[in-house]
T-cell receptor, first 115, second 118 residues
Framework: EAQVTQNPRYLITVTGKKLTVTCSQN?????MSWYRQDPGLGLRQIYY???????DKGDVPEGYKVSRKEKRNFPLILESPSPNQTSLYFC??????????????FGPGTRLTVL | AQKITQTQPGMFVQEKEAVTLDCTYD???????LFWYKQPSSGEMIFLIY??????QNATEGRYSLNFQKARKSANLVISASQLGDSAMYFC???????????????FGKGTHLIIQP
């Protein structure tokens, strides 16, 4: 089954404790992206990757890191999480390196709480 | 910069009625894509429908249609014969023109919470 998977689905952590949210897609998509969703703000892009070893900042990159060592994986790293990073996080992928006409397929979401 | 505006934070609609969810957008790009996503209470984002800026016909997908009025910069979602399972958050989004120098992904509106009443 074609899908985007994220782990963990739920995470409660404390300020400053490094964490990684994994994202994997099995559709051989070039483009991958991370979004965060906050009440009243919709979804905002954190980082995106157009292909292996190519990543760039989205609208809200502060406090986050990403890597794209393999085509299928795009982990999101919070080196020192803070309470303002409490949010619902989505990973997404699309077939080509430009999203103009391609639907982005979303993972199930990771609900993160930073205490 | 692109911007999406959804002016209806919430809507209550009677089952079986048609629903129109409003979306207006702002962009300086000549070529762009418009999307609608559904987010049920379980949280996942479900793609509903896509409209390209150069598509002359309005997109349709089953009970969903997109009323695209380019001159007015609007891309309203129409759900015909609403069902209880349509209750969810609905997000309008747009994608920028791909220039080769970067791809900024989707810009989302703040969403409309649709509740279908029996």
């Amino acid at each position: 089954e074609a899908q985007v998977t994220q782990n963990p689905r739920y995470l409660i952590t404390v300020t400053g404790k490094k964490l990684t949210v994994t994202c994997s897609q099995n559709m051989n998509h070039e483009y991958m992206s991370w979004y965060r969703q906050d009440p009243g703000l919709g979804l905002r892009q954190i980082y995106y990757s157009m292909n292996v070893e190519v990543t760039d900042k989205g609208d809200v990159p502060e406090g986050y890191k990403v890597s794209r060592k393999e085509k299928r994986n795009f982990p999101l790293i919070l080196e020192s999480p803070s309470p303002n990073q409490t949010s619902l996080y989505f990973c997404a992928s699309s077939p080509s390196s430009g999203p103009l006409t391609d639907t982005q397929y979303f993972g199930p979401g990771t609900r993160l709480t930073v205490l | 910069a692109q911007k999406i505006t959804q002016t209806q934070p919430g809507m209550f609609v009677q089952e079986k009625e048609a629903v129109t969810l409003d979306c207006t957008y702002d962009t300086s790009d000549q070529s762009y894509g418009l999307f609608w996503y559904k987010q049920p209470s379980s949280g996942e984002m479900i793609f509903l429908i896509y409209q390209g800026s150069y598509d002359e016909q309005n997109a349709t997908e089953g009970r969903y249609s997109l009323n695209f009025q380019k001159a007015r910069k609007s891309a309203n979602l129409v759900i015909s014969a609403s069902q209880l399972g349509d209750s969810a958050m609905y997000f309008c989004a747009m994608s920028p023109q791909y220039s080769g120098g970067g791809a900024d992904g989707l810009t989302f509106g703040k969403g409309t919470h649709l509740i279908i009443q029996p």
